[in-house]
């Protein structure tokens, strides 16, 4: 199973960016991708996540109405980022729960600076 993270950058504060997980190495339908970010000096705490069991959605209550989370038919997950603020720099990194298990992609790093 892998996961490939991309589309972090530097953005001004109020701008967007759309980040991608593309998942590859499994065969079954039903899983979850989940966001997560972690800023420097704090823990990692989960943005967003999609579940193909149902299509259902969750979203962290600092990113309500700012971020989307949605996924195409190709087991790639995105999560697009708009009106952002300099607290949602930090590392973004993708989960994939399948199968019982959980599997990482590596990080993409975001900064909201001006």
């Known amino acids: 199973v892998q996961l490939q993270a991309s589309g972090g950058g530097l953005v001004q504060p109020g701008g967007s960016l759309r980040l991608s997980c593309a998942t590859s190495?499994?065969?079954?339908?039903?899983?979850?991708v989940g966001w997560f970010r972690q800023a420097p000096g704090k823990g990692r705490e989960e943005v967003s996540c999609v579940s193909t069991t149902d299509d259902s959605t969750l979203y962290a209550n600092s990113v309500k109405g700012r971020f989307t989370i949605s996924r195409d038919n190709k087991n790639t997950v995105y999560l697009q980022m708009n009106s952002l603020k300099p607290e949602d720099t930090a590392v973004y990194y993708c989960?994939?729960?399948?199968?019982?298990?959980?599997?990482w992609g590596q990080g993409t790093l975001v900064t909201v600076s001006s």
């Open positions: 989960r994939l729960v399948v199968g019982g298990k959980e599997y």
């Open positions: 190495g499994f065969t079954s339908g039903n899983y979850a």
